[in-house]
């Protein structure tokens, strides 16, 4: 099924999904195999599973480090696909890659995303490639039936959302504000009024990432965005407190979510 319609068939029963973020291979591969399998068990919706590269452009200190680290231990672009379809295979949620384009150069984009097909994967998150510059890639997307995640800034401008708006699938990837992950976002008017001019740029499901750390800020995006995006501080929680840290955080970020019928869901268990 394709990833648009998974999400909306979430969206009926949770009015604001989890997506989280991992880099592959750290602290190790297995370990990442095991904060998977934990936050999945905690609830989430769907994970970005990062591909290490040795010069992560749109992350902050903490996703730099463990890209530094995850490659300092031999985490291959091999190893790290190998891993992603043990994930998919094993958990019943939807998948992604991210990474960035000088992976998919090397490797080749229409055997990366041919491969990532081929272990069932869902889409990509790619922030350096421009759909100016990424024709080949967005050609091997459509005819793998894969979605290319468009990222929309609040420096876009309301014409360039349209556009980029035009090449996604899946659904909008929306930062909350200027600069790289990991730094404090401040959720207030300000992003209510951006993501206002997303939502009428798109029809896809948006999702919100940079700066979300507590269940306030979840909470904040209810009725706003259709997902809330889990990333630097999960792995701040590895660095600080080991892969056993992970479960309860999570569990720490799950709203109460009302379903379609207007009733309430337990909290995340």
């Known amino acids: 099924m394709a990833l648009e319609m998974v999400l909306r068939n979430k969206l009926k029963e949770k009015d604001i999904l989890l997506m989280t973020h991992i880099v592959l291979g750290y602290p190790s591969l297995e370990d990442s195999f095991k904060i998977v399998e934990t936050m999945v068990d905690s609830g989430v919706d769907l994970i970005e599973l990062q591909v290490p590269f040795s010069e992560p452009i749109a992350d902050g200190p903490v ?16 190893a ?12 019943d949620i939807p998948f992604l890659i991210m990474t960035y384009y000088n992976i998919l150069f090397c490797y080749g984009v229409h055997d990366f995303v041919s491969a990532m097909a081929k272990r069932g994967l869902q889409g990509a998150i790619i922030p350096d490639l421009p759909p100016e510059e990424g024709h080949d890639y967005l050609e091997a997307m459509k005819a793998y039936d894969l979605a290319p995640i468009l990222i929309f800034s609040p420096a876009t401008s309301d014409k360039r959302m349209k556009y980029l708006d035009s090449f996604g699938r ?8 200027k600069g790289v992950t990991g730094a404090d976002t401040n959720f207030s008017t300000g992003l209510d009024s951006y993501l206002v001019r997303c939502r009428k740029a798109s029809s896809l499901p948006l999702a919100v990432g940079f700066g979300i750390k507590e269940r306030a800020n979840v909470d904040f995006l209810r009725g706003k965005a259709d997902i ?14 080991g892969v056993a840290s992970v479960g309860d955080f999570i569990r720490s970020l799950s709203p109460v979510n009302t379903n379609s019928l207007g009733g309430v869901e337990a909290e995340g268990e």
């Open 63 to 78: 996703i730099v480090r463990a890209n530094q680290r995850a490659l300092q231990r031999g985490a291959t672009v091999k």
């Open 80 to 91: 790290c696909l190998n891993l992603a379809e043990r994930v998919v295979r094993k958990f």
């Open 170 to 177: 899946g659904f909008i990837y929306c930062v909350a504000r």
């Open 228 to 241: 809330a995006v889990i990333g630097t501080e999960t792995i701040r929680k590895v660095e600080e407190m």
